[in-house]
């Protein structure tokens, strides 16, 4: 069936809309702040790995042809499959991206309201209030909080446009010296900087919405639904890169006015109130507040339909109720404290993840070997957890354990790009490479052995 380019405009909107939650719009624009006169490239770092990352992901999952994410883990092994996706799962909600929407609704929504002295009170009743409606929504997710969405995410979008043309058309200021880290290397700061979004691990779950979509639409053969996914998909990414250069470029030129703040929520309302005044910083924080109380509701039912299917003996409801508190514990611990904290994880998740995706488009010419994806995945995930263990030592401030420190030597002295954040890469090439010719040999001769006993 050949669809109209309104059908994959349709596709690639709603897969923007997943994509795009109000808590991506702090990145960008702290990267714009902290990079400054080195906005380009480090722009360009983030896109690849918030943008392009989570494109090749949906893609991943249609060519795969795997249900859903766990199916396609357990490539690697059954146990695995429950590991990784249950991990995935939990970090894109109760545990990091969960309470960040709680956090940023109030950042942006609240915050610049309250006394200094009274954010953390003003932070807990907030989010008390907040989680609570969650709970109560999640309890029994209908088409209310469905259709609220769909109105909603335009509107959202069409402010920040506003937003965003007017910083264009009139700039608060000029680049200034980059911060830190974006100094030098301004492009793999950002790139890292892009697994904050967590899209890339989030595709791996909207991949099978959007193929669903697609097949809903009367496309049923799987090159056709590969096709239409890549179409969408590119439109999804254009919206979604377009927003966050954008913002990215409104927190370069903020800081003339601006103070650099700890995190991007303060650099959205502080544009909005400078532009349009309080009326402007209301109306923003109004949608935001909205938009992230959508996209909590929608992760905490996700997490909590997830772990039923894997363990149906306890009710959905616990579930719901469950996660719901954890995650307004883990909220009132601020913005800037769980994106410090969640950058372990993501540094141990990130590389599993894309790992995973390289070796699902390479798969056919292994034969999807169990062999290949075993011993890249382990590799890949020993050199990802020492990477995770550095980055909780050096996010507590604290020295590296006495065990690690062997261990990150010879990282260092062997691995190229270690220090960059992805020693991780050429390891896992070598061993697909190594370990894919090896599978394909012990096919051969198989395949010859069998053909002989036939013969005879």
Known sequence: MKLSFSSYAAVGVMLFALFFGAGNLIFPASLGQNAGENLWPAAIGFLITGVGLPLLGIIAMSFSGSRNLQELATRVHPLYGVFFTSLLYLTIGPFFASPRTGTVAYEIGISSFVSE?????????????????VLFLSLKPGKLVDTIGKLLAPGLVALIAILLITAFVNPMGEFQSPQASYSEGAFLTGFLEGYNTMDALSSLV?????????????????KDILRTTIKAGCIAVLLLGTMYVGIAYLGATSTEVLPIFDNGGPVLSGAASHYYGTFGSVLLAVAIILACLTTAIGLTVANAQYFHSLFPKIRYETYVVFFATITFAIANFGLTNIITYSVPI??????????LILLTFLSPLFKHAQLVYMTTIAVTFIISFFDGLRSLCNSLGIDYFNWMQPILNFFETWLPLYEQGLGWLVPAVIFIVITGVISRVQMSKV?????????S
């Not at 395949?447 to 013969?455: C, L, M, V, Y």
């Open 117 to 133: 002295s009274s954010q953390q009170l003003v932070l807990f009743i907030f989010t008390l209030l907040f989680f609570l409606i």
């Open 206 to 222: 909207f991949g099978i919405i959007v193929i669903n979509a697609i097949y809903a639409m009367g496309v049923t053969s799987k």
């Open 346 to 355: 993501l540094m141990f998740l990130y590389p599993l993840a894309i790992v």
């Open 447 to 455: 395949s010859t052995s069998r053909q002989t006993t036939f013969n």
